[in-house]
């Protein structure tokens, strides 16, 4: 006497195509970092998850000396957590990963002189802090080729290698019409498309927006001097020929972060005028610009750079969406929220946002769909203090810079000396980088 019929294996019904809709939990639409760790750890967590977003054309990995991404990110305590908890972390190599140990910002004392002053410096250290690093440092384009082969071999994940045409939300859940004409149904959408958001556009959910009117310059430099495992930062104030303008100016900032070797990658804050004209420089004359701009700071410790990749911009804004969630629909990453780039923040806090995420859905109740207001509403609430600790921290701190004046400038200076006199302030403030 046989026994009962096995049932069918769970994976077989996310990879069946003769219907015309496949249904899921969710569907996460976005490529990014972002968009594929919260594909993986729903997908963990036991859910059936959709990604939306097309694949990266096929490439070989980067192993060579100059062979290094002009975007890279400052990965925090929590990201480096959410990545070894998705199994991902200990996939990374090694050596085009850098521990930051030490942080030193400069006040904008000398701010129209032709460089930086070394005074007013705040000192962030590891090893005062009582932890082994404050950042990891690493390259965009080497997590995500590391997310990509975990999505691969993720079975709760049907990775759809297109765009979606049509969104459409009714009582139960959300279609996505694709477009090669296939539809997903999920209970819920996960927004996690950035900063232009489609899923946010087509749901109708307004943002609010203030641009700063610069772009970030990012560039790869190899150094001369070994970098000690320090990020330098430097308010450099606004360009004198700024200043005439019947617009406020803002602030400059100027940031040179560790990679692997000897090896620094550059985040200027520019105004939008200058850096284009840092973006029209050949890579010989950006170098030459950055070490003069640096020269007493920079130069000194890092002695002659020479530029390795090439100098690419992107557009700087605050921006929120007025809501994170609606029935079937949540946001995530940038598609709800975007920070000045000065604290290296942004990532990881929509990294923040997909533990929240996935904290919400793993605790809900048994009766309750993924796609419920009251459920999304839980991680929205979540949420709502980080955010706005970070963007009142980021956004007040390049308001402070861009005051004009030389008493603006000597009582912001001086706050900044205060704060680095103080032990328990600057380890609170290392606790709340790290996550």
């Given amino acids: 006497m046989s026994g009962p019929a096995a049932p069918a294996p769970r994976a077989a019904a996310i990879y069946m195509s003769s219907n015309p809709t496949s249904r899921f939990q969710i569907a996460v639409v976005g490529g990014g970092i972002v968009g594929k760790a919260c594909a993986l750890l729903l997908a963990q967590q036991g859910m059936q998850v959709a990604l939306v977003a097309p694949r990266p054309v096929a490439g070989t990995a980067r192993t ?19 990545l070894e908890r998705l199994r991902v972390w200990e996939a990374l190599d090694p050596a085009r990963v850098q ?25 962030f250290s590891a090893y005062a ?16 080729r590391v997310l990509d082969t975990a999505l691969r071999f993720q079975h709760q994940v049907k990775w759809f290698d297109e765009t979606a045409d049509e969104l ?14 296939a539809r997903v149904r999920a209970n819920c959408v996960v927004g996690a498309d950035g900063a232009r958001s489609w899923v946010r556009q087509q749901c109708h959910i307004a943002t609010t927006q203030r641009r700063y009117r610069q772009l970030g310059v990012v560039a790869n430099f190899t150094c001369e001097l070994p970098h000690q495992e320090t990020a330098w930062q430097w308010f450099l104030g606004a360009p ?46 950006l170098a030459a610009t950055v070490a003069q701009m640096a020269s007493g700071a920079v130069g000194a410790r890092f002695g002659a750079l020479r530029c390795i990749t090439p ?7 605050l921006q929120r969406a007025e809501q994170f969630v609606m029935p079937h629909i949540a946001l995530v990453g940038d598609a709800a929220h975007v920070v000045h780039p000065l604290a290296g923040q942004g990532m990881n806090l929509g990294l923040r946002d997909v533990v929240e995420l996935g904290r919400v859905m793993a605790d809900k109740e048994s009766f309750r769909p993924e796609g419920d207001l009251r459920l999304l509403r ?58």
């Fill in 64 to 82: 060579g000396e100059d062979d290094w991404d002009s975007r890279i990110y400052a990965f925090s305590a929590s990201s480096q957590a959410l």
């Fill in 99 to 123: 521990p930051v140990r030490d942080m030193r910002i400069f006040g904008d004392e000398s701010a129209g002189e032709d460089r930086p002053s070394p005074h007013g410096d705040l000192h």
């Fill in 129 to 144: 802090a009582a932890v082994p690093q404050l950042a990891w440092i690493i390259e965009s384009g080497h997590v995500e």
């Fill in 168 to 181: 459409a939300r009714d009582i139960d859940g959300v279609t996505l019409t694709l477009a090669s004409g």
């Fill in 240 to 285: 004198e020929k700024l200043m005439a303008d019947e617009e406020p100016a803002n602030g400059e900032i100027l940031a040179m972060l560790p990679l692997p070797g000897n090896r620094v990658s550059m985040v200027w804050s520019a105004d939008e005028a200058h850096a284009r004209d840092l973006l029209a420089l050949s890579p010989e004359a």
């Fill in 311 to 317: 100098a690419q911009g992107f557009p700087l804004v």
């Fill in 378 to 435: 839980r991680y929205e609430r979540a949420r709502a203090t980080d955010l706005l600790s970070l963007t009142a921290a980021t956004d007040g701190l390049h308001r402070l810079f861009s005051l004009p004046g030389t008493p603006a400038r000597m009582v912001r200076n001086l706050g900044m000396r205060a704060v680095g006199g103080q032990g328990l302030l600057k380890r609170f403030l290392i606790g709340r980088a790290l996550g």
